[in-house]
Nanobody, 125 residues
Framework: QVQLAESGGGLVQDGGSLRLSCAAS????????LGWFRRAPGKEREFVAV????????DYADSVRGRFTISRDYAGNTMYLQMNILKPEDTAVYYC??????????????????WGQGTQVTVSS
């Protein structure tokens, strides 16, 4: 069983920065991609970014590309999301998740089988 725990959310002004962390415990996640998703009020959950098991490949939603950077440590058990130039539309609960299949890079939430509790990010205008 894998447990994921996010941290680092908070309140920030338009144009500010935050760094989210996701710590994995239980079984190793080093062979699996880890992703970030978010759910804004009144909207469905959406893909934000994903980093491969090898740390070498990443993918981003168009809305965050160039502003957000996803990374993970080489042990594979901690993932980060550096968020710069934050906008009010980035306000959401951010979730980290683990892909259910090894060595794949996916932006579809149906492909993820372990989720954290979420951390709130609020960007004020």
């Amino acid at each position: 069983q894998v447990q994921l725990a996010e941290s680092g959310g908070g309140l920030v002004q338009d144009g500010g920065s935050l760094r989210l962390s996701c710590a994995a415990s239980g079984r190793s996640v080093s062979n699996y991609a880890l992703g970030w998703f978010r759910r804004a009020p009144g909207k469905e959950r959406e893909f934000v970014a994903v980093v491969s098991w090898s740390v070498q490949d990443t993918d981003y939603a168009d809305s965050v590309r160039g502003r957000f950077t996803i990374s993970r440590d080489y042990a594979g058990n901690t993932m980060y999301l550096q968020m710069n130039i934050l906008k009010p539309e980035d306000t959401a609960v951010y979730y980290c998740a683990k892909d259910r299949a090894p060595e794949r890079l996916s932006r579809y939430s149906v492909n993820y089988d372990a989720w954290g509790q979420g951390t709130q990010v609020t960007v004020s205008s």
